[in-house]
């Protein structure tokens, strides 16, 4: 395992636009790697689905779970479309020099109504220790309750943080980190650097769920994810939201710059 193990998520507003179907943004995908892979090296990328994901859950109803046999096409469909997307994150981690291995929440974890629940886990840390890039993106899961329900990158991290005790998170988004209201459709709005998770309800109210289709309530869902983060801070894990739209962030938020802008999550 590295030294300092990090997870970090790409936010799927980060990698794709989320206002247009299948699209990524394949210029921003390049600078981030590069800037994982020389700042951070060796680590965990969870990736949100963004518009590869999200529009054809909502289209075809998927986040309702199983209703009938007529939905599976959709289902297989669906998993197949954020496919292309892993592809295009897996070979953008490789060309900056990491050496990336995708796992499939599909394949290692299932759910019981929308919450995971078990875990087949055992070769994560056996690629982190052979010094590989594990990758896992969003996914649709198998649910004792629902058939299948969603399964969103926050609540990868969440699971990966307790299982395998990083010494950082990071929620890489496309803004600074936690506002006062969302900063796209205010521009008054502020940026909070420190929550404490005692006091997260109430920053929870300021985080609108997205304009954007976002079936997994965008930031909000992103807060609801880190309000269990309890044991993991307590661990002495760093948690923190940061902005990745603009390179360089990063580099300071690791080597300790106590003035990046960024929500740091504290106990
Ligand atoms: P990602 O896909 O990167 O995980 P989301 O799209 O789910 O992230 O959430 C990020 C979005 O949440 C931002 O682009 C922003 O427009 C929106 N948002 C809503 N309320 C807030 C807030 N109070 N502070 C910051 N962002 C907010």
Known sequence: MPERLTIIK???SLITDKSKPYT?????????????AEVIGPCIIVHGVGSFGHVPVIERKLYEGYKGPEQLPGLSQTMVEVFELRMAVSKAVAEAGLAPVVFLPSNIFFMTEGEITGHFS?????YLDLGMTLLVGGD?????Q??????????VVQLLSRLLGPRDVIFATDVAGIYTADPKLDPKAELIPHISLAKIDEYEKLA????????TKGMRGKLEEIKRFESILKSGAEVAILGMTESGILRRYMNGDPDVPCTRITL
């Open 208 to 215: 609108d769920e997205a304009a954007t289709p976002d079936i």
């Open 24 to 36: 990524l943004r394949e210029e921003q995908l390049k600078l981030i790697t590069q800037e994982i």
């Open 10 to 12: 790409l936010g799927g």
């Open 140 to 144: 649709m899961c198998a649910d004792s």
């Open 146 to 155: 629902r058939g299948f329900s969603v399964c969103s990158g926050d609540k």
């Open 122 to 126: 055992g070769g994560l840390r056996q």
